[in-house]
C-alpha cells in the first residue's frame, strides 16, 4: 500500500508529498506510527534476555530432548527478537510503515507460542494421570486451544495492518474494533483453558484420594511409581509453571484490549513505560518461568514422547 499523502498538513514542509520522506528532525511524531522513539537501551535489553533465553532452550533440547515444548519455545523467541530488532530499527524510520507492522505483528503473536508449551505439556499430564479425569481428550487440549490461539492471533495481525495503514480514520477505526475483537476471544480461550485445568487437578486429587483409601481398606501400600517425582512434588511445580504464565499471559492480553480499544492513537497505545512493563515485561518473567522449570526435568525423555500423541490410540 502506497504511503500516506501528507501535502499540506499542518507543519509538513511544502516540498514533501508521501508521509515516507519525513525524517524526525522536522516534523512531528504526530504523523509517525508512534508518539514516541522507542527506548535504545530498553529494548536492546529485552532483546538481549530473550536472546540469551533462545540459548538456554538450546541447550535445554539437548539435555531433554523435549521436541515440541523447545519447538515452541524457540519460535516464540525468535519472534521476540525479531520484534525488538524492529523497535529498535523504528527509531530511523519512525514514518515508514514497514518496521512498525512487522515489530507489532511479532510481538503480537509470539506468546501463542508460549502459551502452546502449556496445551502440549498439560496433554502429557492428562495421558499419566488418566484421561478420564478430563472433560477433553490430551489432542482435543493441543489442537483446540492452539487453533483457537492462532485465529485470534491471525485475526488480530491482520486486522491490525490493515488498520495501520488505512487512509481514513473509519476505515481504521472499523479494523481496530475487529482487531480488538480478535484480543477478546484470545482472552476468552486463556480463561476457559485455566478453568479446565484446575478441574482436571481437581478431579485427579480426588481420585488419588479415592484410590489410596481403597488401597489402604485392603491393605494395598500406596505406589508412587507412577507419579512425577511424586504427585506432592508434580503438583508444586504446576503451581509454578502453569498458573503463573496463565495468569500473566492473561493480563497481558488484557492490557492489549485497554490499549487499543480506542485504536493506535491512543494515549494508552503510545506509552512506552506500560508497553515495556505490561508486554515486555510480563512476557519475560512467563519465558524466565518456563525455562526455569522446563518440564524435562520432571518427565523423563521416555515419558514426553510416550504420553504424546505417537503413545496414544484413544487420545
Known amino acids: 500500500m502506497p504511503a500516506a499523502n501528507v501535502t499540506g498538513l499542518e507543519g509538513v514542509a511544502s516540498n514533501i508529498t508521501f508521509l515516507d520522506q519525513c525524517t524526525l528532525e522536522p516534523y512531528s511524531l504526530n504523523y509517525a506510527s508512534l508518539r514516541y522513539i522507542p527506548n535504545l537501551g530498553a529494548n536492546a535489553a529485552f532483546g538481549g534476555i530473550f536472546v540469551i533465553s ?3 532452550q538450546i541447550i535445554l533440547w539437548f539435555s531433554y530432548r523435549t521436541h515440541s515444548y523447545t519447538f515452541s519455545m524457540i519460535c516464540g523467541l525468535i519472534l521476540e527478537v525479531v520484534g525488538y530488532a524492529f523497535r529498535i530499527a523504528m527509531r530511523n524510520h519512525m514514518f515508514k510503515e514497514g518496521p512498525f507492522l512487522i515489530q507489532i505483528i511479532c510481538i ?44 485470534a492471533l491471525v485475526l488480530q495481525s491482520a486486522s491490525g495492518a490493515v488498520a495501520e495503514t488505512a487512509n481514513d480514520r473509519a476505515t481504521s477505526k472499523a479494523w481496530t474494533n475487529i482487531m480488538v475483537g480478535g484480543l477478546v476471544f484470545q482472552v476468552a480461550s486463556q480463561a476457559v483453558f485455566s478453568a479446565l485445568a484446575a478441574e482436571f487437578f481437581w478431579k485427579v486429587k480426588a ?30 511445580w504446576f503451581h509454578v509453571l502453569l498458573k503463573p504464565v496463565s495468569g500473566l499471559i492473561l493480563v497481558r492480553s488484557c492490557f492489549h484490549v485497554a490499549e487499543l480499544v480506542d485504536g493506535f492513537r491512543s494515549k494508552l497505545a503510545n506509552d512506552e513505560v506500560l508497553f515495556m512493563t505490561l508486554e515486555g515485561g510480563i512476557i519475560i518473567l512467563a519465558m524466565l518461568i518456563l525455562t526455569v522449570f522446563y518440564p524435562g526435568r520432571y518427565f523423563r525423555r521416555e515419558m514426553w514422547k510416550e504420553s504424546g500423541w505417537s503413545g496414544l490410540r484413544n487420545g
Open 207 to 236: 481420585d488419588r484420594k479415592h484410590i489410596r483409601s481403597t488401597n489402604w481398606a485392603y491393605g494395598v501400600p500406596e505406589k508412587q511409581a507412577g507419579d512425577i517425582d511424586g504427585f506432592e512434588d508434580f503438583l508444586k
Open 54 to 56: 533462545l540459548v538456554a
Open 108 to 151: 503480537t503473536i509470539a506468546p501463542v507460542f508460549f502459551t502452546s508449551t502449556l496445551y502440549l505439556t498439560l496433554s502429557r499430564v492428562i495421558a499419566h494421570y488418566g484421561i478420564y479425569n478430563s472433560r477433553l481428550s490430551p489432542k482435543a487440549y493441543t489442537i483446540g486451544f492452539i487453533t483457537s490461539d492462532f485465529l
